[in-house]
Nanobody
Framework: QVQLVESGGGLVQAGGSLRLSCTAS????????MKWVRQAPGKEREFVAA????????LYADSVKGRFTISRDNSKNTVYLQMNSLKPEDTAVYYC???????????????WGQGTQVTVSS
């Protein structure tokens, strides 16, 4: 069993930055691909970014490429999402998730965090 706890969400003006963190319990963190997925009100969950087990490979949704950066520190069981040049359309609940497949899709993660709200005002 893996528990994921996100932090770092909040309210920011358009053009601003936020850094999300997701810390996992357990000793299997490095065996998972880690993903960030978001869900805006009234919309389906949307893939944002993924990082490979060792951290050398990253994937991004076209909507965030060049603005967001995913990274991980396996010694701290933590994955990060640095979000720059935020736009109002980035407003959503952001979830981290453990997955077995390195892909540019939401997929079927084995574990999900509880989510953290990001609100970008115009």
């Amino acid at each position: 069993q893996v528990q994921l706890v996100e932090s770092g969400g909040g309210l920011v003006q358009a053009g601003g930055s936020l850094r999300l963190s997701c810390t996992a319990s357990g000793r299997t963190f490095s065996t998972f691909v880690m993903k960030w997925v978001r869900q805006a009100p009234g919309k389906e969950r949307e893939f944002v970014a993924a990082i490979s087990r060792g951290g050398t490979g990253t994937l991004y949704a076209d909507s965030v490429k060049g603005r967001f950066t995913i990274s991980r520190d396996n010694s701290k069981n933590t994955v990060y999402l640095q979000m720059n040049s935020l736009k109002p359309e980035d407003t959503a609940v952001y979830y981290c998730a453990c997955d077995g497949i390195f892909s540019r899709t939401v997929g079927i993660p084995a574990y999900w965090g509880q989510g953290t709200q990001v609100t970008v005002s115009s």
